[in-house]
């Protein structure tokens, strides 16, 4: 006979194990990004900076978001390289913007953000690393997820049946 308690706790297990492992692979991909958000008056400059290497990842990402962004509203950005010089330069003009860039060196890379609008506006600067695709451990926490609901759903089926017969 199936002993729903028991069910109902490995079911539980389960589900706490697959959050705990989707949880510390969504703080390793928030880790590789610095972010930073600042009130910036007219014409005020914001840096972001994060250090950066080819060999953990090619590609790096940035993206800007203006909180209160209003048509017509611009920022220009740019992101500077370890060697100084300037691999991208843009002139914002919608929020959320994001694009990606290829890390050629190790070191410091700078988002350079200025307010080109005529207002204090409120900027938030993201840069870093690109997440990578899903990896074999972000379907592993799905997986363990699904059984243990799954599992949830038929212990507390069990358990209200016997709980009727009683």
Do not use: C, H, W
């Amino acid at each position: 006979m199936t002993r729903p308690k028991a069910i109902l706790i490995v079911s539980g297990m389960l589900v706490i194990v697959g959050m705990l492992i989707s949880f510390s692979q969504s703080e390793t991909e928030v880790n590789d990004l610095v972010t930073s958000q600042q009130d910036l008056p007219a014409g005020a400059p914001m840096n972001v900076t994060k250090i950066l290497d080819p060999a953990q990842n090619k590609d790096g990402v940035y993206s800007i978001q203006i909180s209160d962004f209003k048509n017509g509203d611009t920022v220009s950005a740019s992101v500077v390289d370890p060697n100084g010089d300037s691999i991208i330069t843009r002139s914002i003009t919608k929020s959320p913007f994001q694009e990606n860039f290829t890390i050629s060196s190790n070191g410091t890379y700078e988002l350079k953000i200025q307010n080109t609008a005529r207002e204090e506006m409120q900027v938030l600067g993201i840069i870093g690393y690109y997440p990578k695709g899903p990896a074999l451990i972000d379907l592993a926490s799905i997986i363990i997820l699904i059984i243990g609901l799954s599992g949830l759903a038929i212990g507390m089926m069990y358990f209200i049946k016997r709980r009727g017969k009683v």
